[in-house]
């Protein structure tokens, strides 16, 4: 197998979207929104709180919204929806920019035809995790369970079509093993099942579950990028398990901002040269640091669109692979 990431991966887009009357400011007549797609707490959110802050400071008024479920639907389509003036940011990941997409036909939007991307903003590596009540703490032992007991271990996910989903049902086909899947609306919400072993295994970003690991609350079997992490090197990657089927394993997370189409393109060209500005002041390269992520190098909004084009051809691929037909 051959799950790979393209040069600009990143673990969660910023969409633009417009203020409320009542939450207009004095100086721009609107405020910026910074829609996310997940739950409070994960990378994607993390990362929007962080710009939204950095933005505070330029003068502008800005919030964060967090508009979880049907893997991203809501989130963009209510994007969609508000003026494209540049007053709303969606902040999301890859799952639902290049995933969801990849995966289900009948969207009410095209991700390349009606949004815009503008700027990434970091990315994280994915970590497989094992709750402390299950035996299984290496590859090794995960796929000798599973064989012997097909269908008795569950992963969870934050959702239909999210990288997790894909990336361990594409494993489970190449490691010819049976595994459940358990949806879930974010992180948060999956981790204490995680624990407590309502579910056995899940993938999930750097930054929200290293320090359960570190708390000693989960084990950590592997890495899914090709090298270990200079945050945790102790923790192995999935190449170096001796399984051939895993030898070509290089996934991460992303987070990026994104608008829809009907953006003006010299807004479009304005907000990223800000994004890329604020994204490599030290203030914010330490709070990524210390939330586990990095900040990519600098790159023009038509680098990120043709990056979101590829990614979403590759999972197509990968869903292919994994035997999950797009609905």
Not at 211 to 226: F, H, M, T, W
Request: proline content about 7%.
């Amino acid at each position: 197998m051959k799950i790979t990431t393209f040069s600009f991966l990143a673990a969660f887009a910023v969409a633009l979207c417009a203020p409320p009357a009542e939450a207009q400011s004095a100086d721009t007549g609107k405020v910026v929104r910074l829609i996310v797609p997940f739950p409070p707490g994960n990378a994607a959110d993390l990362q929007a709180r962080a710009l939204a802050e950095s933005l505070r400071k330029t003068g502008l008024r800005a919030v964060v919204e967090n508009r979880p479920g049907a893997s991203g639907v809501i989130a963009l389509e209510h994007v969609l929806r508000s003026p494209a003036d540049g007053g709303t940011l969606l902040v999301a990941s890859l799952s639902p920019i290049v995933i969801a997409p990849a995966l289900n036909k009948s969207l009410p939007y095209d991700v390349v035809r009606d949004f815009t991307g503008v700027a990434l903003l970091g990315f994280n590596d994915v970590v497989m995790l094992a709750s402390p009540k299950f035996d299984g703490k290496t590859i090794s032992e995960v796929i000798k369970i599973a064989r012997a007991k097909p269908g008795s271990v569950r992963y969870a996910s934050i959702g239909q079509g999210t990288l997790a989903h894909m990336v361990m049902a594409s494993l489970a086909v190449e490691l010819d093993i049976d595994l459940q899947h358990v949806a879930y609306k974010g992180s948060a919400q999956a981790l204490p099942d995680l624990i407590s072993g309502d579910v056995q295994l899940m993938l999930d970003g750097m930054p929200q579950s290293l320090p359960q690991v570190e708390a000693g609350r989960l084990a950590a079997i592997a890495i899914l990028s090709k090298t270990r992490s200079a945050f945790a090197p102790a923790i192995p990657t999935l190449a170096e398990s001796g399984h051939a089927a895993l030898a070509d394993v290089n996934v991460v997370g992303w987070t990026g901002v994104l608008v829809s189409a009907a953006t003006p393109p010299a807004m479009v060209k304005e907000l990223n040269a800000e994004i890329i500005r604020i994204m490599a002041q030290p203030d914010m390269v330490e709070f990524m640091r210390k939330q586990r992520l990095q900040v990519y190098p600098p790159h023009s909004a038509e680098q990120f669109a043709r990056q979101i084009q590829s990614e979403l051809e590759g999972w197509r691929r990968v869903a292919k692979a994994a035997r999950v037909e797009a609905q």
